[in-house]
């Protein structure tokens, strides 16, 4: 199994950036994703979670306008579409793989990708 983030870099605040999650060996429906984030001193936090079987998709209250996750099956292939990026979005992004559970609590995923870095300037 394998996760592989791509698609971050350095963009200038108000721009826009979709995060990929290349996904090898999971099939995607049965799996609860998630994308998580962790800046510079901080804990990661989750900024989208999709359960398995498309049940719901949830995003903070604070991200929902900004954030989206999205997956395609055929390609085997998670993205996150983050619009009107903010200083505070400047982070390492993760994508990651539930077995159990829906709601992507931190110690429910199995499988983490190594991070995408995000940095956004002001």
């Known amino acids: 199994v394998q996760l592989q983030a791509s698609g971050g870099g350095l963009v200038q605040a108000g721009g826009s950036l979709r995060l990929s999650c290349a996904v090898y060996g999971l099939t995607l429906d049965t799996y609860t994703w998630g994308w998580f984030r962790q800046a510079p001193g901080k804990e990661r936090e989750l900024v989208s979670c999709?359960?398995?079987?498309?049940?719901?998709?949830y995003y903070p209250e604070s991200l929902k306008s900004r954030f989206t996750l999205s997956k395609d099956n055929a390609k085997s292939m998670l993205y996150l579409q983050i619009d009107n990026l903010k200083p505070d979005d400047t982070a390492v992004y993760y994508c990651a793989a539930a077995i159990y559970g829906d709601n992507c609590e931190h110690h429910e995923m199995s499988y983490w990708g190594q991070g995408t870095q995000v940095t956004v300037s002001s």
């Open positions: 999709r359960s398995r079987s498309d049940y719901f998709i």
